[in-house]
Nanobody, 126 residues
Framework: QEQLLESGGELVQPGGSLRLSCAAS????????MTWFRQAPGKEREGVAC????????YYASSVKGRFTVSRDSSKNIVYLQMDNLQVEDTGVYYC???????????????????WGQGTQVTVSS
């Protein structure tokens, strides 16, 4: 059974850094991409960063470009989200997600994804 498990979320001060991990297990098929989403209280879930497995292309929301980096360790089947210069508005629950296809022009649409982790809380506060 396919499972995604996020970890690494915690309380951090503005300007600080965190690295989130998403460990994939039970996949008997090759997923095309792994995407990080986040959801703040009272807001819709938004796509943050995406790693395309087939060509190692990366995609970012404009709000995090230059501060966040998504990468993958294929040997461990883990996708990372390195988050630097964190801001208060980065606070939220972070999820990783994947699905049966990949749409480069629609990577941030949560409806494209079938498998989700349980999320990890990131709180940026002084």
């Amino acid at each position: 059974q396919e499972q995604l498990l996020e970890s690494g979320g915690e309380l951090v001060q503005p300007g600080g850094s965190l690295r989130l991990s998403c460990a994939a297990s039970g996949f008997t098929w090759n997923y095309y991409a792994m995407t990080w989403f986040r959801q703040a209280p009272g807001k819709e879930r938004e796509g943050v960063a995406c790693f395309s497995v087939s060509d190692a292309m990366t995609y970012y929301a404009s709000s995090v470009k230059g501060r966040f980096t998504v990468s993958r360790d294929s040997s461990k089947n883990i996708v990372y989200l390195q988050m630097d210069n964190l801001q208060v508005e980065d606070t939220g629950v972070y999820y990783c997600a994947t699905g049966f296809g990949f749409w480069a022009t629609d990577w941030a649409n949560p409806q494209r994804y079938s498998f989700w982790g349980q999320g990890t809380q990131v709180t940026v506060s002084s």
